[in-house]
C-alpha cells in the first residue's frame, strides 16, 4: 500500500491533480464509508491559494449545462437581449453552464467549510463531488470543525447529510438567523418555498443544536465576517475573509452568472426569492468590492470561482484571479 504523506499533498495545490492514479476508490472511502460507492477515475478540480496565514481550498463539486439562459436570466427583458449579451462576451446565445465551488479555509486554528454542495442527490448526475474534492486536497471529513452556510438552497445544504449522518462529523455549524427562521416557518407549507423547506427541514434542523445562529457583522472566527445580503434568499449571507493584510470576499450567490448577473446587476434572476432585493444587493456587494479592488470568490462563478469586478457603465466585468495571491 502506498501511503501518502499529508504535508506532501499540502505543498502543492497541483500534486493531486498531476499523480490521479494515487486517488483510488479505497483512498476515497477511507474514513468515508458512505462514499464507497464513487469510482471515477480522476478527482474533480481543485484549487488552492494563500490568503495571508489562511489556506482556500476550492472544489468544484460539479457543473450543469442548461438551454434557454433567458428563462433563468434577464427574465424581466426580451430573450434576444440576454442572447445578445452572452454572444458580445463569446458565450452562445443559446446555452448556459452552472458550476458549484464550495470552498474550504484553514486558518491554522479551525477547517471551515463554506457550504456543501449537492451531496447525495447530485451524485447521479455526476455532482455532488466535495468529499472526493477535499480528499484529493489532503482534508478528510473529519477535519472539518465548522461548516458555514451562506444560505439553505438545496446546491448549499445538499452535502451536509451522508447516509442519513452528518456528512461532517467533528463540525459545529454557523447559519443566518433570518435564513433559518424562513424555512423552518410553517407558513412556507403550500407555497413556492414548500420543496426548500422540506430539505432544510431534512438537513439542516436535525443540526440545529450544534449551530450558532447569526446576524450581519458576526464574527464566525477572527477574520472571518459575515454581512447580510439579503435578496437571493431572506437570509442570505457573505462572508469577508482577512488575513495578514490580504483580503477574500465570499459573495456567495450574490451574483449567479459572471456576465448575466454582473455586467446587468439589475437583470431579475429566476432564483432570486426578492428579485428587487436580490438586484440592490448586487449593486451594493459589487460596488464595495470594485471599488476597494478586493477578491471576491462567487460560488457559481467560472472554476475556480475566484477574481475581480471592474466598474462598468452598467455593471461590472469579471475579471478572473491569475497570480495575484502566489506573490
Known sequence: MVTINRRILLGGAGLALAAPSIMTRAALAQGTDT???????????????????????????????????????????????????LEANFLPADKFVNSFAPVLVNTGSEV?????????????NGMGRLIEGLTAAGYTREDVTIVVLTHMHGDHIGGLMEGGKPAFPNARYVAGQAEYDFWVDPARAGTPAENGQKGVLASVKPLAEK????????????????????????????????????????AADTANHFVLSLQRPDWEVKFDMDKAAAAATRRKVFDMIAADRLAFLG?????????YAEKLDTGYRFVPKAYQFDI
Open 112 to 124: 471551515i467549510l463554506f457550504d456543501t454542495g449537492l451531496g447525495e442527490g447530485g451524485r447521479v
Open 35 to 85: 462514499m464507497t460507492s464513487i469510482d471515477h477515475a480522476m478527482p474533480p478540480e481543485t484549487h488552492r491559494f494563500k490568503l495571508g496565514a489562511f489556506e482556500v481550498v476550492v472544489v468544484k463539486d460539479g457543473a450543469r449545462p442548461s438551454e434557454k439562459p433567458g428563462e433563468t436570466f434577464g427574465t424581466d427583458q426580451p430573450p434576444e437581449a440576454v442572447g445578445e449579451l
Open 299 to 307: 460560488y457559481h462563478m467560472p472554476f475556480p470561482a475566484v477574481g
Open 211 to 250: 449551530t450558532t445562529f447569526i446576524g450581519d457583522g458576526a464574527d464566525v472566527v477572527s477574520g472571518v465576517t459575515a454581512m447580510a445580503a439579503f435578496g437571493h434568499s431572506p437570509g442570505h449571507m457573505i462572508y469577508r475573509l482577512e488575513s495578514e493584510g490580504r483580503q477574500l470576499v465570499l
